[in-house]
């Protein structure tokens, strides 16, 4: 019988973690930056994309 979960290796895993972290901190802070962009239009996008995801605003 072959199984159907691999098994990732400690290193492999950290990895994982460690790229998925980074990942979501780019993401806040291109979130972040353009919420306090002074573009008016690049601001509106990210205030509108937090209210729709039930982010903290105001
Ligand atoms: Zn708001």
Redesign the pocket.
Known sequence: MVALTRTLSPALAGERLGAVLMAGLLGLGLLFVSGFAPTVALHNAA?DW??THNFP??
């Open positions: 205030h937090r209210h605003c105001h």
